[in-house]
């Protein structure tokens, strides 16, 4: 289980839920809440405050338009209308005007990306700069998408290649520049397909990894990848990890994600939802199939590997955020996968056993 859902189930175990919600915990990317006969409200809350702090977002504009994305890429992996955002904002009192216009600049243009509007919000005072917000959209024909409902057999996609979200992280925190602009899109026409035609569906804003995770917990499932796992990446990002001698499928396991939809269609409907998609332009990537057997199962260069996800989504958490430590301890895991002896400058004293 990720360390995550495990304090989530914690914190929420004695809470009383509304008989109005569908899901339930971590079911599905955002709230879904029954108002009327097929009417359901999907709504959502994140902030950006660990991004801001670690030096990630640094640019107003980014940290705006950021602080919305993250919300409707919720909404978009449930397959909802957006209909509104609210704001979140806490600064310091000496931020300068320009600074909180370019916040604002962002999160509008994110809005209207998103064919919807800021409608409110709250502002404070405090010690550093915390933003984040609430979006919330309709669902009007009573059909859902959450997390929940995948089968084995089913097929699994990811919208689009994967890795730049851990490729701009990865790049700042070890050079404190980029090659790489970093202002993803909510998935918002891709998840209302998805919802109409697929089985299950949940964004990669934590990563590939993860994302895997939490649908073989939920679904008590698990996932076979039909091709070796580095083809999941997009070129670009791939020979950058190259040229930085890593291993590639680094890019898969960090929890900064690049906000794509994982979602899985069914056998019966696979290419209905290809043809439909291919209507607007969208092509998403192949990964695998459903299984049974509740384990992780990919190609990595012509090697076998067979694994809990959560072994590699929990690392950073186990790594206190180290990126040091935190590289180090994938090295490990990469080590035993491809079966070579580790060096004892590669053993990782407190993270690995």
């Known amino acids: 289980m990720l360390i995550e859902n495990d304090f989530l189930a914690g914190i929420t175990r004695f809470l009383t839920r509304s008989p109005k919600q569908i899901n339930h915990l971590l079911e599905a990317d955002a709230e879904l809440i029954h108002i009327g006969k097929d009417c359901i409200l999907a709504i959502t809350t994140d902030t950006i405050i660990e991004e801001i702090n670690e030096g990630l977002y640094t640019d107003p504009y980014q940290i705006g338009w950021m602080s919305a994305t993250v919300n409707f890429s919720d909404l978009a992996a449930v397959g909802a209308d957006p209909k509104g955002f609210l704001t979140s904002i806490q600064i310091t009192r000496n931020t300068p005007l320009f600074f909180m216009q370019s916040i604002m600049d962002g999160m509008h243009d994110a809005c209207h990306l998103n064919g919807t509007y800021i409608v409110g919000g709250d502002t404070n005072h405090c010690?550093?700069?915390?933003?984040?917000?609430?979006?919330?959209?309709?669902?009007?024909?009573?059909?859902?998408?959450?997390?929940?409902?995948?089968?084995?057999?089913?097929?699994?996609?990811?919208?689009?290649?994967?890795?730049?979200?851990?490729?701009?992280?990865l790049e700042i925190l070890l050079k404190n520049q980029c090659d790489y602009a970093f202002f993803p899109r909510a998935r918002i026409k891709e998840g209302k397909l998805i919802r109409q035609l697929?089985?299950?569906?949940?964004?990669?804003?934590?990563?590939?990894?993860?994302?895997?995770?939490?649908?073989?917990?939920?679904?008590?499932?698990?996932?076979?990848?039909?091709?070796?796992?580095?083809?999941?990446?997009?070129?670009?990002?791939?020979?950058?990890?190259?040229?930085?001698?890593?291993?590639?499928?680094?890019?898969?396991?960090?929890?900064?994600?690049?906000?794509?939809?994982?979602?899985?269609?069914?056998?019966?409907?696979e290419e209905e939802l290809i043809n439909s998609a291919s209507e607007f332009g969208w092509h998403p990537i192949y990964v695998g199939e459903i299984t049974k057997e509740p384990l992780l199962k990919f190609q990595l260069e012509g090697t076998d590997i067979t694994c809990n996800p959560d072994d590699v989504a929990n690392l950073y958490e186990i790594s206190a955020g180290d990126l040091d430590n935190y590289i180090h301890a994938l090295l490990n895991i990469h080590n035993q996968w491809k079966r070579q002896p580790l060096k004892k400058s590669e053993k990782i004293a407190g993270i690995m056993t």
Request: net charge positive.
């Open 127 to 169: 010690k550093s700069i915390q933003i984040g917000g609430t979006a919330f959209g309709i669902i009007q024909d009573g059909k859902t998408i959450m997390r929940k409902g995948c089968r084995p057999g089913d097929q699994l996609y990811v919208s689009d290649k994967l890795g730049l979200g851990s490729v701009y992280a």
């Open 198 to 269: 697929g089985t299950c569906c949940i964004d990669t804003s934590d990563g590939f990894f993860s994302a895997v995770s939490n649908l073989m917990f939920i679904n008590k499932i698990g996932i076979r990848i039909r091709h070796d796992i580095n083809e999941l990446i997009h070129h670009n990002y791939y020979l950058t990890m190259l040229n930085a001698s890593l291993p590639p499928w680094f890019l898969l396991a960090g929890p900064h994600g690049e906000f794509e939809l994982m979602f899985t269609v069914s056998k019966k409907l």
